[in-house]
Nanobody
Framework: QVQLVESGGGLVQAGGSLRLSCAASGRTFGSYTVGWFRQATGKEREFVAA????????YYADSVKGRFTISRDNAKNTVYLQMNSLKPEDTAVYYC???????????????????WGQGTQVTVSS
């Protein structure tokens, strides 16, 4: 089992940057695929990015490709989401989620992930 805690959210102007962190408990964090999702007010939770546990391959939603970068530091039990060129439509609560030893091909489904953090608010002003 793993517990996830997000941090790094805040208020930023359009065009600015933020780096979110997802810190995990547990000694086997390197065996978890980790995803970032977001949920804007009144909308469904949507996939943002994911990083696989074995190869570190990354996946992105089209809406953030080229602007956001997901990375992990297994020694620190932490996954990061670097967000650049932020837009007002990026405003949402951002969640990280984890799945143990996943070997499938679809990283975007919320139902895939077993563990979720509490979320961190990102607000981008125009």
């Amino acid at each position: 089992q793993v517990q996830l805690v997000e941090s790094g959210g805040g208020l930023v102007q359009a065009g600015g940057s933020l780096r979110l962190s997802c810190a995990a408990s547990g000694r086997t964090f390197g065996s978890y695929t980790v995803g970032w999702f977001r949920q804007a007010t009144g909308k469904e939770r949507e996939f943002v990015a994911a990083i696989s546990w074995r190869s570190g391959i990354t996946y992105y939603a089209d809406s953030v490709k080229g602007r956001f970068t997901i990375s992990r530091d297994n020694a620190k039990n932490t996954v990061y989401l670097q967000m650049n060129s932020l837009k007002p439509e990026d405003t949402a609560v951002y969640y990280c989620a984890a799945k143990f030893l996943y070997s499938g091909s679809d990283y975007s489904a919320t139902a895939l992930y077993d563990y979720w953090g509490q979320g961190t608010q990102v607000t981008v002003s125009s």
